[in-house]
């Protein structure tokens, strides 16, 4: 089965400052896809950024950017210059190539933002 | 582009009552998806549909829910009877994907479901 784990529940980050939200996963496949989702106060679930695991190459939009290690199973986000906007739960998801793709999501990880 | 519709917004029934979940995934989206999500919690996966097809629905409580996509587009989600563990905010999703893609799901509002 595979898992995803975000072991931090809460961060926090000054404005304008640079913060990593940290995720791994579990798995035994070797191609897979991986995605941050940003859920706002508002509840709807957006997508932030997405990383093809046979991509070598570190997945980047605009300020956000993921560091994806796939030996370490490792795959965290990193938002700079952070803004009172991206205060949010953040979801790391992963997601088989195959059949039957279902999407798991790990606990996610409450931003806060400071002023 | 109109996003993924959810109605009602929040529900609050007894115990052993029913409900449903109505969504309207966004025009041409082949796939979609019904999820719980329990307070702290990620959204857990309840089904998918391809066009009115079931794709996957291994994690859904069979005795007391029930989803239906009978055209392909329009979904609605039941639970019959409810319990106390059943509270939680049911998230639809679609995408334009087929089986095999990494396209993203596009989420609605979801539903808060709360049980006396």
């Known amino acids: 089965a595979q898992t995803v784990t975000q072991s931090q529940p809460e961060m926090s980050v000054q404005e304008a400052e640079t913060v990593t939200l940290s995720c791994t996963y579990d798995t035994s496949e070797s191609d897979y896809y991986l995605f941050w989702y940003k859920q706002p106060p508002s509840r709807q679930m957006i997508l932030v950024i997405r990383?093809?695991?046979?991509?070598?190459q570190n997945a980047t939009e605009n300020r956000f950017s993921v560091n994806f290690q796939k030996a370490a199973k490792s795959f965290s986000l990193k938002i700079s210059d952070s803004q009172l906007g991206d205060a949010a739960m953040y979801f790391c998801?992963?997601?088989?190539?195959?059949?039957?793709?279902?999407?798991?999501f790990g606990a996610g990880t409450r931003l806060t933002v400071k002023p | 582009e109109a996003g993924v519709a959810q109605s009602p917004r929040y529900k609050i029934i007894e115990k052993r009552q029913s409900v449903a979940f109505w969504c309207n995934p966004i025009?041409?989206?082949?796939?979609l998806y019904w999820y719980q999500q329990i307070l702290g919690q990620g959204p857990k996966l309840l089904i998918q549909f391809q066009n009115n097809g079931v794709v996957d629905d291994s994690q859904l409580p069979k005795d007391r829910f029930s989803a239906e996509r009978l055209k392909g587009v329009d979904s609605t989600l039941k639970i019959q009877p409810a319990k106390l563990e059943d509270s939680a905010v049911y998230l639809c999703?679609?995408?334009?994907?087929?089986?095999?893609?990494?396209?993203?799901?596009?989420f609605g509002d979801g539903t808060r479901l709360s049980i006396l």
């Open positions: 999703a679609s995408s334009l994907e087929g089986k095999h893609s990494n396209q993203p799901q596009h």
């Open positions: 998801a992963y997601r088989r190539t195959r059949a039957n793709n279902d999407m798991r």
């Open positions: 990383q093809e695991a046979y991509k070598q």
């Open positions: 025009s041409g989206h082949a796939t």
